[in-house]
Nanobody, 112 residues
Framework: QAQFVESGGGSVQAGGTLGLSCVVS????????INWYRQAPGKQREWIAQ???????RYADSVKGRFAISRDNAKNTVYLQMSSLTPEDTAVYYC??????WGRGTQVTVSM
């Protein structure tokens, strides 16, 4: 069973930075890739970043150049470092290993 826990959300002012973590366990440890998604109020869930087992990363245009995804396989953890945040980045952020079901996510709120 794929298991994971997202953490690190919170409130930040526009222009600030925030880091999210996703600790995986169970079958999620061997997932070939892990994605981050987000869902803003009143909007559909949006894919924002993906990292493969060996570290190859991809980003949505909306976050490219501002967000960085990385992983520490020794700690079974995937990170999402977010910078130059704007109020439009306010959303619930979800980690999703390949083959897993949605978790609860972690709230990120960016204020002016």
């Amino acid at each position: 069973q794929a298991q994971f826990v997202e953490s690190g959300g919170g409130s930040v002012q526009a222009g600030g930075t925030l880091g999210l973590s996703c600790v995986v366990s169970g079958t999620a440890v061997s997932a070939p890739w892990i994605n981050w998604y987000r869902q803003a109020p009143g909007k559909q869930r949006e894919w924002i970043a993906q990292i493969a087992k060996l570290g190859e990363a991809r980003y949505a245009d909306s976050v490219k150049g501002r967000f960085a995804i990385s992983r520490d396989n020794a700690k079974n953890t995937v990170y999402l470092q977010m910078s130059s945040l704007t109020p439009e980045d306010t959303a619930v952020y979800y980690c999703l290993p390949a083959g897993a079901s949605w978790g609860r996510g972690t709230q990120v709120t960016v204020s002016m």
